[in-house]
């Protein structure tokens, strides 16, 4: 990583929530860009205040005036506010500047065409990215220069691991497995933890069981050249413990269900970026119907 490309850099982030609040989080750990070449937008003045609070960094409630300064503009709002946060923003950003993405669903064109600006880069990050343990994907239009696109890979990097692609569906997919992922993740560790609770365990010991060994299995897998199913067959003996549960967790739809919850925020992830961009560009086309 280069610790050089982000220095004397301004940004501004549009929107000062949970993502923004991991980003700037990260980068101020990485020491890649000092607090006060950070401002957050947004509109509550108590938000802002913690932010600053917490990291030092400026804030203001007036978008425009922080993208007018900045070389990086990162959109870090909700699909649905980008129309109207776009028209504010329209003009207000220097020429030279870099758009930074992390909205869900958002296409590059819509963002170039709303933004009346060509160098966009869209990331789908993930809220590990607060500890550097994210997973980020992200893409580059060909307007973005090469300077540009290694500060945006500083920035992904300081969050975790980053992957770069060229097809911007892939954004939409990422969105639905890593973006939305530690979601799903959660969700299965709060049940484990349930269970383990329900078999007797102590909530603090359940807790520590599941989590170490949700932990152990990533870096297991992680560090491992064997396909998951070989790692699982490792551990499940004939007629033992493994095969018992897995019958289960087989016969419930397990599988089935984790395909079709993907499934589902990959289309929202799309319908997202539809509706978002309806007010700019016009109805909505469903299979070439408009609604
Ligand atoms: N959360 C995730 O895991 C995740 C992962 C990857 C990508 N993303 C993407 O990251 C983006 C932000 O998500 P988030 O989870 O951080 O949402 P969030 O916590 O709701 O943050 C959005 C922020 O934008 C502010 N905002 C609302 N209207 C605004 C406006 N007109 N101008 C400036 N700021 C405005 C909100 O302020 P108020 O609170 O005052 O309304 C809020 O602080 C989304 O587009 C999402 O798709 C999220």
Do not use: C
Not at 35 to 48: F, L, M, V, Y
Not at 73 to 97: F, N, T, Y
Not at 162 to 167: C, K
Not at 259 to 279: C, N, T, V
């Amino acid at each position: 990583m280069s610790n050089t490309v982000l220095q004397g850099v301004t940004l501004a982030f549009i929107g000062g929530g949970t993502m923004a609040e991991a980003i700037i989080q990260a980068l101020l750990r990485a020491g890649q860009v000092p607090s006060d070449r950070i401002i957050a937008s947004g509109p509550r003045t108590e938000r802002g205040e913690e932010l600053r609070a917490r990291y030092s960094v400026r804030v203001t409630t007036d978008n425009s005036a922080a993208a007018s300064e900045a070389d990086i503009v990162i959109l870090s709002v909700k699909p649905q506010a980008l129309p109207a946060v776009m028209v504010g923003l329209r003009g207000r950003i220097q020429p030279p500047a870099l758009v930074f993405s992390i909205v869900a669903g958002m296409p590059v064109a819509t963002m170039r065409a709303g933004l009346d600006h060509a160098a966009i880069v869209r990331a789908m990050p993930n809220t590990p990215a607060q500890i550097g343990a994210g997973m980020t994907v992200w893409t580059a239009a060909s307007a973005v220069t090469e300077a540009q696109r290694a500060q945006a890979q500083a920035i992904v990097q300081t969050m975790g691991l980053e992957m770069y692609v060229t097809q911007e569906d892939a954004l939409d997919m990422a969105t639905a497995v890593s973006g939305t992922g530690p979601t799903y993740i959660f969700l299965l560790m709060e049940a484990l933890v349930d269970a383990a609770v329900h078999l007797g365990f102590s909530r603090r010991q359940a807790r520590l069981l599941v989590i170490q060994t949700v932990l152990g299995s990533a870096q297991f897998a992680q560090q491992s050249d064997l396909h998951l199913a070989q790692l699982r067959n490792q551990v499940t003996s004939p007629g033992g413990t493994s095969a018992e549960a897995i019958y289960q967790l087989e016969k419930g739809g397990l599988r089935t269900i984790l395909s079709k919850a993907i499934w589902a925020a990959y289309k929202k992830s799309r319908l997202l970026g539809e509706q978002a961009r309806q007010p700019l560009e016009g109805p909505l086309r469903v299979d070439g119907v408009e609604s």
